[in-house]
């Protein structure tokens, strides 16, 4: 026998053989762990373990489990228990730093892949012949807290799942001697997974020998065999990988019903709603009533908001702690060095290690111990890792001898007393461990292999035959012959990942819904790889799916809308927004923090190679899909995805110097996106609609096929001269061509779609709304609050700023003088808003909006909107958004020009030069705390410069007419549609406004979001507090609110023409000429600038004795207007004198010469 000495010692410990039957599991084993769940019934029928000491090579090692059964509620009563919360966290600090400490060696020296170590090939022996049984596991949970109404439970089965070790026919086998590849099976049988909603509860019974039955009679056993995996150790001639693992899984079905969704939503809730009350556990009350317990319950929330809310800023804040907090991470930097350098550091540097990682949290500990890492190679200090071991290791390389005096030796025996490799290696006589090394196959002393990098250790193959996702008695989709493969090379740290999905198809109500286009192909082929032989890239993403169409299906539609209907509750959109804070809390802290610059030449090449090919929307007269009937087709286009080295020149245009270009060019991930052949088509028929697929300029298209081509480059290095994320390409033409019948027939598909049961009215809770003005008894109680919070924030300031720094802040009530001075902080403000860091850098091009109306198959009507444009760039102090709007045109080809009848008739036109805009517009926004606010952007918030060209408006009187006459007509025919289902017309009405202000929230949340970036509403709020207190303190002298604008608009119509005809020729024209206007709003007032230079009109009709019926005298401007509304509180307004005014308007008018003329009155009054 081997290792003799170790085996009394062992069979002490273990016994042999372990027989355990009919063991209950208390209902205290998991209080410990305060989890939300707690055990209410656990049993198990039989544990055997059997472990052949004496005979470990030659017989099994058995571990046998029979009739597991457990019940789990939720857990309502968890006491807070601060030693038990302090050694938890610390725990996890300690995980996460020991986790980060690795990553840290594993970057400086990278592991390379070494020769099975003694102790994996003692593992590998012990699993060559374990066996394994497990039998009748049911674990299940039961809810009846979450919705009273309606409890649900959810649980695992499982019948059986054997591991054998077999032969390489895959029969059961014991190996009895060395071998180089061993099998084993894994048979699992009958797993299923379960959740009933209004279930009734077993925990509810109180004999537990009835809970044990009903537990072992709901274990699912149908006939359900997955298939095998086996391992494979490392071969000869690198042809074998070390694990080779195939599972096959014949089919696997996901259902989900209405009721199971909503208690899974509730049950989400309901955890969030646990993992918020840990934050006040500490707080809260030892209760489970609040009957009798009003006074405690209110003590805890008063708690708990001022301990978490109040004291907890106002003592993050102090300076005293703000200085023993930089003085404890100096420190620890200090003794981490000395830990990572020295061999004894002494127990004053151990001390100080475990105060800071006991006081301090797990990020500013990793940036404490970056900084000493650091401060090691700046100093050219020796890591302990990098140290000699002194003669003694010198020694063992040559004698086998140990490294470490017999002090350290009996001290590391006495550490590692349960560690049964240590004991081997302590208590083994050398014969013992040869008999032993032979038994396991392992030679002492051999040198680490050095794997080549082609070869691949590691294989798994996954095919799955059928994946169903079935939701209740409505859509069943499934998935066939799906597969996986996956490749490891950790000699070169590569993996390859292959996975594809031949087909897919989903039944609604027993009706086809998706399928292939081109089924003899995989509906999708997935690939990814990292470090490649071929080295022509890093990492590499490749996905190509196929043509599907889809086919709709409304009954079954609405029924899975009505399933997937959350329940009424607003619980999670509120921990979702609370997510999304904490998230953009964490980001900022991470990038102020944490940001290093990264070379460009040591930036890997990502490579990605999209391919979706376009997927067919079929939307059919009635909602059920019918060949004969009207089709709607909206085919969704090509997309690719595509890493391109191309740049545009036009991105990178403004960099002058070519060397310069070419780094930053290279510094860029590029990535272009690519939308081809979009397309809407209405047809009588499916077989018309789907045969003008392929026809551009077909009759039955709605928009014609258009794409976009965009561009999106992101850089890999931090540079304030570069944009971190910069977008730009063209977006599609939209090109829309619809008549008066096609509308009709459009409008009749849409009403006789049927349409998901309208949900019940839920309250809306607006969590952004603004709180109520408190009444005047409230305020009174709010005041003295107030007061005693400005006492404490005043001494509070004092403490934070420092005497010795107090005067670094200017005091602008003083202003400077000196224009040079002036001029130098002006030049340095514009150095610097140049030098801002751009977040985002947007330029986007649309060639052409275009709307076609017809009337039968001629047109009516077109209305277009070319060369539009807008540039956009979100900066560290500011946003810019430039616009610009080529032209706008609408067209009546019936009708000629009213000056020259070769041409069609213009409603509206502009005439403008070539590359001339219509329309430009410039928005900025800037942030209040930018420390130029003041100079450069003129102490204004948001400023907008609007320009507007040439525009030209023809007024046909045959051509409104016919506008007008076409519109009635097609009005009333929709009318008419209304008239024959008037509850159908509402329904589709309503449903129609609901989406619309739906959008119209969501783009003006959007718009407020953006508007409100950077806004410092706390600045705002501390600076009228100091303000209402009367303080000339620093931050009050430094920004003036009276003086901010909030917004300034500037805007300039230069030339508008209106021209006034008939069919026989114009009739009279207008003309005028620079519209100026400004707009100044301040906290305090508003002011408004208005003018108009010129105006005139003429008599264009043929032999007129008076050409000019109206024109200006002189050259003044015809208008101007100074109008300034003042704002006032109304305390203000008691203290008004009366020279003060709540409105000044100053209105001036040039002279105006007026022709009056009888028979052009008449005749614009019979047009």
Not at 138 to 161: Q, S
Not at 688 to 702: F, I, L, T, W
Not at 711 to 728: A, Q, T
């Amino acid at each position: 026998m081997v290792f003799e000495t170790l085996v009394a010692d062992l069979l002490n410990r273990f016994l042999g053989d372990v027989k355990l039957n009919n063991l209950e599991i208390k209902e205290t084993a998991l209080d410990e762990l305060d989890l939300p769940i707690k055990l209410k019934f656990g049993f198990l029928d039989k544990l055997v373990l059997k472990i052949p000491w004496k005979n470990l090579y030659t017989e099994p090692v058995l571990a046998n489990i029979d009739g597991l059964y457990i019940i789990a509620v939720p857990n309502k009563g968890v006491v807070y228990n601060e030693e038990k919360a302090d050694k938890r966290d610390q725990e996890t600090k300690q995980k996460e730093l020991q986790r980060l400490e690795e990553n840290r060696k594993n970057r400086r020296k990278p592991k390379d892949p070494t020769a099975d170590t003694f102790t994996e090939k003692m593992v590998a022996q012990v699993i060559k012949n374990l066996q394994v049984t497990i039998k009748n596991i049911h674990i299940r949970f039961e809810d009846k807290y979450t919705n009273r109404h309606r409890p649900f439970v959810a649980g695992v089965t499982l019948e059986g799942l054997n591991f054998q070790t077999t032969d390489e026919n895959w029969k059961a086998t014991i190996l009895k001697d060395t071998v180089k590849i061993f099998h084993k099976l894994i048979s699992m049988e009958n797993l299923a997974v379960y959740w009933n909603s209004d279930a009734k509860l077993i925990s509810d019974l109180t004999d537990k020998q009835e809970i044990r039955k009903a537990l072992e009679e709901t274990i699912t056993t149908n006939d359900n065999r997955p298939e095998d995996f086996k391992y494979k150790s490392d071969g000869s001639n690198w042809s074998i990988p070390k694990i080779d693992l195939n599972v096959g899984v014949k089919e696997l079905a996901l259902a989900i019903g209405r009721f199971q969704y909503q208690d899974i939503l509730l049950f989400l809730e309901a955890q969030e709603r646990f993992n918020t009350a840990t934050r006040y556990l500490k707080y809260r009350p030892n209760l489970v009533d609040y009957h009798g317990h009003y006074r405690e319950w209110w003590h805890f929330a008063y708690q708990s908001i001022l301990e978490e809310n109040i004291r907890r800023k106002k003592r993050n804040w102090s300076w005293e702690r703000m200085k023993a907090h930089r003085k404890l991470v100096h420190a620890y930097q200090d003794a981490w060095v000395q830990k990572q350098t020295e061999k004894n550091p002494g127990s004053e540097v151990k001390g100080i290690i475990e105060k800071a990682e006991r006081e301090l949290d797990v990020f500013n500990l990793n940036v404490a111990r970056q900084q000493g890492e650091m401060k090691i190679d700046r100093q050219g200090l020796t890591r302990l890792e990098d140290q000699p071991q002194g003669w003694t290791a010198w020694a063992k390389s040559w004698w086998g001898g140990s490294s470490k005096p017999k002090e350290q030796q009996g001290q590391q025996h006495h550490e590692h007393d349960g560690d049964i490799i240590g004991k081997l290696q302590q208590e083994m006589t050398p014969e013992e461990k040869q008999r032993l090394f032979d038994a396991i196959d392992y030679q002492e002393n051999t040198p680490p292999t050095d794997y080549p990098k082609e070869y691949i250790e590691n294989k798994i193959r996954v095919h799955l035959t059928t994946l169903a996702i079935i939701v209740e008695e409505a859509l069943e989709l499934k998935f066939n012959e799906l597969s996986a493969n996956v490749e490891q090379r950790p000699s070169a740290r590569a993996l390859h990942v292959k996975s594809a999905i031949k087909s897919l198809q989903m039944v609604g109500d027993g009706q086809p819904m998706l399928s292939m286009l081109e089924p003899t192909q995989n509906w999708m082929d997935f690939e990814l790889e990292t470090n490649p032989l071929s080295g022509e890239f890093d990492s590499g993403v490749f996905l190509g799916i196929k043509p599907s169409i889809f086919k709709y299906h409304a009954p079954a539609v609405n029924t899975a809308i009505d399933v997937f209907k959350p329940p009424e509750s607003v619980r999670l959109n509120q921990l979702t927004a609370l997510a999304l804070a904490r998230y953009e809390d964490v980001k900022v802290r991470s990038v102020t923090g944490l940001q290093h610059a990264h070379a460009v030449d040591q930036k890997d090449k990502l490579k990605i190679r999209i391919k979706i090919e376009p997927t067919t929307v079929v939307i059919t007269e009635s909602g059920v899909f019918d060949e004969q009937k009207p089709n709607l087709i909206t085919e969704l286009g090509l997309l690719t995805i595509d890493t391109t080295d191309d740049a545009s020149a036009e991105a990178y245009k403004d960099i002058k110097d070519d060397r310069h270009r070419k780094v930053v060019m290279a510094a860029y991930d590029k990535f272009q996106f690519k939308l081809s052949n979009i397309q809407v088509i209405f047809a009588e028929d499916f077989g018309k609609a789907m045969s003008a697929r392929n026809v551009k300029d077909s009759p039955y298209h709605v928009l014609k096929p258009t794409g976009l081509d965009i561009g999106i480059h992101k850089s890999s290095i931090e540079d304030l001269s570069m944009p971190k994320l910069r977008v730009f390409g063209d977006l599609p033409d939209i090109i829309v061509h619809i008549s008066d019948k096609r509308l009709i027939a459009l409008m009749k598909l849409a009403l006789s779609i049927p349409l998901p049961a309208a949900a019940d009215s839920e309250p809306v809770i607006d969590l952004a709304a603004p709180i109520a003005e408190p009444k005047a008894k409230d305020r009174a109680k709010m005041k003295a609050i107030m007061e005693v919070n400005e006492l404490e924030e005043t001494n509070e300031e004092r403490n934070i700023i420092p005497d010795e720094k107090r005067n670094i802040i200017p005091d602008e009530s003083q202003p400077d003088s000196d224009d040079e001075k002036d001029k130098e902080r002006s030049a340095e403000d514009n150095k610097r808003i140049r030098e801002q860091q751009v977040q985002i850098d947007v330029n986007l091009k649309l060639n052409q909006i275009g709307v076609y109306v017809y009337r039968g198959e001629q047109e009516v009507v077109n209305a277009s909107l070319r060369r539009f444009g807008c540039k956009f760039q979100m900066r560290t102090f500011d946003m810019v958004v430039k616009m610009h709007l080529g032209s706008l045109t609408i067209e009546q080809p019936e009708f000629k020009n009213l000056y020259d009848p070769s041409k069609t008739l213009f409603v509206i036109d502009n005439p403008l030069a070539e590359g001339d805009d219509l329309i430009t517009m410039t928005f900025i926004q800037a942030n209040e705390e930018s420390p130029f606010f003041a100079t450069v952007y003129k102490n204004t918030k948001q400023s907008i410069d609007f320009q507007f060209k040439k525009l030209n408006v023809t007024l046909h009187q045959g051509a409104l007419a016919e506008i007008k006459s076409f519109g009635e007509k097609l009005q009333a025919e929709i009318a008419e549609l209304h008239k024959k289902d008037p509850e159908k017309a509402k329904e589709f009405s309503d449903n129609l406004d609901r989406v619309n202000r739906k959008i119209s929230r969501q783009i003006s949340e959007s718009m407020l979001s953006i508007a409100s970036h950077g806004s410092g509403k706390k600045k705002d709020e501390k600076i009228k507090r100091q303000v209402r207190r009367g303080e000339k303190s620093a931050a009050a002298a430094k920004v003036d609110i009276s003086r901010i604008i909030d917004m300034y608009l500037n805007a300039h119509v230069h030339s508008l023409n209106v021209d006034i005809g008939f069919n026989e020729g114009p009739d009279t024209s207008l003309k005028i000429s620079d519209i100026t206007s400004t707009v100044s709003m301040k906290p305090k007032d508003m002011t408004v600038t208005a003018g108009l230079r010129e105006i005139t009109m003429k008599d264009e009709t043929p032999n007129a004795l008076h050409k000019k019926l109206l024109s200006v005298g002189g050259d003044k401007e015809v208008f101007h207007m100074d109008f300034t509304q003042y704002n006032r509180t109304a305390e203000e307004k008691k203290h008004m004198s009366l020279s003060d005014v709540d409105m000044s308007v100053k209105i001036r008018f040039a002279q105006l010469r007026f022709v009056f003329l009888n028979l052009w009155v008449n005749r614009m009054l019979t047009w």
